[in-house]
């Protein structure tokens, strides 16, 4: 490879971090379950930091941030291509957007699920100290 590629490929790179650091900042701005999901996010970080959790523990939570957080962005990937195709409401196209929705959906509450189950014991531990 020489330099003058190598320089392309650098530009290519960094305009696609653009891309998706757009992508994010709309999704953040515009979708209200975003906003709920890196709330909540704060939240988890904010207890995982407070109640000292596992490095496993961390990893976890992370993994179900960054999961939760991507699916919302390709829901509202497939939301707006949907709409983009068709502003009728179309059977498929609803079952396109329901689907997508469901698959947020199911891994949140897994998420929450993962969360109980490591955040349950130092809470009460903590609440029995108050």
Not at 30 to 44: D, F, G, P, T, Y
Not at 47 to 61: D, G, R, T
Not at 64 to 79: D, K, L, P, Y
Request: proline share 2%.
């Amino acid at each position: 490879m020489n330099m003058g590629s190598i320089g392309k490929e650098c530009k290519r790179l960094a305009a696609s971090f653009k891309y998706a650091t757009h992508g994010l900042l709309h999704a953040i701005k515009k979708e209200r379950n975003m906003q709920i999901h890196l709330s909540v996010a704060c939240v988890v970080i904010f207890l995982a930091y407070f109640f000292a959790v596992s490095k496993i523990e961390w990893i976890l939570l992370l993994l179900c941030i960054g999961i939760v957080i991507s699916m919302e962005s390709i829901n509202t990937a497939i939301e707006r291509t949907v709409d983009l195709c068709t502003q009728e409401m179309k059977p498929l196209a609803k079952q396109a957007k329901d689907t997508a929705a469901a698959a947020v959906f199911v891994f949140a509450i897994i998420s929450v699920i993962i969360g109980l189950i490591i955040f349950t014991k130092p809470l009460l531990t903590y609440l029995n100290f108050l």
